[in-house]
């Protein structure tokens, strides 16, 4: 098999079995993800043990989806601040050419 070849994985995240089909490549970030959903659904537990293990599920899926809108949001505010520093540089650049001439 080659890295963009697609296999087909089974993966249980809170007692739901699912099939997806991935890339070769991604198959350990795909069982990492599902570790990682797997233990903070434990930590939870062990938190709320008279919990369902349909609210368990959507307590986790709120707080991973809240992570992912916090790391977009530090993603976008860094490629803006890129792109302003790239034009800071580029103006400065012009600015030197322009004074040298």
Do not use: P
Request: charge should be negative; proline fraction near 0%; aromatic fraction near 6%.
């Amino acid at each position: 098999m080659k890295g963009a070849d697609n296999v087909r994985m089974n993966i249980n995240i809170g007692g739901e079995l699912l099939q997806l089909d991935v890339k070769f490549d991604d198959q350990t970030e795909v069982r990492n993800a599902e570790r990682e959903i797997k233990l903070y659904i434990e930590r939870l537990r062990n938190t709320w043990n008279d919990a369902s293990d349909r609210k368990l599920l959507a307590m986790a899926a709120f707080q991973f989806a809240s992570w992912y809108i916090k790391l977009s949001n530090i993603q976008k505010n860094a490629i803006e601040m890129i792109n302003l520093k790239s034009k800071q540089i580029e103006d400065s650049e012009q600015n030197l050419s322009s004074e040298e001439a």
